[in-house]
Each structure stands twice: as C-alpha cells, then as structure tokens.
T-cell receptor, first 114, second 115 residues
C-alpha cells in the first residue's frame, strides 16, 4: 500500500548549523508534498510545500527539494535557531474523490542546541 | 489553531463506552479529515470527507464512524471504545487541489484515553 518513510527519527544540531530531513514515498501518483511543524501540545502547522512539477522551493531559511524519479523529497533548514526545535512531518498526497489524500511520515524530532 | 475547533480536548473512557469527537471549521473548506497520532507512527488517516454528505475511509477506519452533515462540521464517533483507540486525534481542514496556494489547518487535538 501507500507508504512514506521519514529519516532520521531524531536529529540534534548546534544552533546556526543546518538540518536535513529526508522522506521517500511509494505512490507514484503522488503530486503534492507538504511539510508540517508540530510544537508540543499543538496541532501540525504547514511550513512549506512543493508540487510535482517543481524541483525545489525556498522560503527564507527553509527549502524543500523533490526528486520524482527517485521518489525522494527533503526539508532543509539553514541557520537553525532554538525555536526551530519541534517535530517535523512530511507527507505525500494525490488527488482522489475530488480532494487530496495525505499519507504522513512518522516524524522527526529536531532539537537545536544553544 | 485558527479556523478549526475540536472538542473535547481531553477525554477518558471506559472500554465499551461510546463518544463523539466534534470538529468545526469556519474557512468554507470542502475537505475535512480525521487523523490519529500515536508515538513513533506519525499521523494516520482515519476518514476524510471531500464535500458535504460524502465520506471515505482512510488507512485505519476500523472502530470509527464519521458524519459530515454540513460543510462546517465533521464528527468522529467511537461506538464501543477499546484501549487500542487510546491516541491523540486531530481534525484538519484543507483547501482542495488546483489552488495557487494551499491552506492546511489542524485543530488542537483531542487526547483520548480508553481504560
């Protein structure tokens, strides 16, 4: 069935360093790939997304890359700050029944050490 | 989180009891979703609704029912709660495909414990 693998499960970086989180998806029909940040006790919040017709997208310190051939996509955070500490989820989705059906990765707990 | 309201925030049930989790959004979105979140397993889709009056099963629908009576509300019902349903439940409202930008809003979550 449809599956999204996410690595690593935990990641610790020094403040100011970069962090990279990688995801692999199985459904070749997936065409939309959002990333969410979840802080303790809150619901996930969309931070960046990319569509299948684009290879890279950047928003300030955050960037996402997509390799459709390999079915890989990655989140890159540069110049990390303590407030970046959270759990990050990737998702792969495709249109079905007139809407998107999202499959999420298992999450990466990012700790930024001051 | 702005736009999606879930109730209750916390609930303890005894095995076999029933309850309904309520979700409402005020963003006029067609699509709404119910997810459960368990440690180490990410978010798993229970049910979703592409529009008022339509619902579809997700990855883990067994033991749950949903109802989408109007565009604003999407409820999740546990008819006979089991300990395996102990989890954090999130409702989400997401804009449909084809838009120039995508909005995804999650509720604050319902922490359910079944004893």
């Amino acid at each position: 069935g449809e599956n999204v693998e996410q690595h690593p499960s935990t990641l610790s970086v020094q403040e100011g360093d970069s962090a990279v989180i990688k995801c692999t998806y199985s459904d070749s029909a997936s065409n939309y790939f959002p990333w969410y940040k979840q802080e303790l006790g809150k619901g996930p919040q969309l931070i960046i997304d990319i569509r299948s017709n684009v290879g890279e997208k950047k928003d300030q310190r955050i960037a996402v890359t997509l390799n459709k051939t390999a079915k890989h996509f990655s989140l890159h955070i540069t110049e990390t700050q303590p407030e970046d500490s959270a759990v990050y989820f990737c998702a792969a989705s495709r249109t079905t029944s007139g809407t998107y059906k999202y499959i999420f990765g298992t999450g990466t707990r990012l700790k930024v050490l001051a | 989180n702005a736009g999606v309201t879930q109730t209750p925030k916390f609930q303890v049930l005894k095995t076999g009891q029933s309850m309904t989790l309520q979700c409402a959004q005020d963003m006029n979105h067609n699509s709404m979703y119910w997810y459960r979140q368990d440690p180490g397993m990410g978010l798993r889709l229970i049910y979703y609704s592409a529009s008022e009056g339509t619902t579809d099963k997700g990855e883990v629908p067994n033991g749950y029912n949903v109802s989408r009576l109007n565009k604003r509300e999407f409820s999740l019902r546990l008819e006979s709660a089991a300990p395996s349903q102990t989890s954090v439940y999130f409702c989400a409202s997401i804009t449909p495909p084809g838009r120039s930008s995508t909005e995804a809003f999650f509720g604050q979550g319902t922490r359910l414990t079944v004893v």
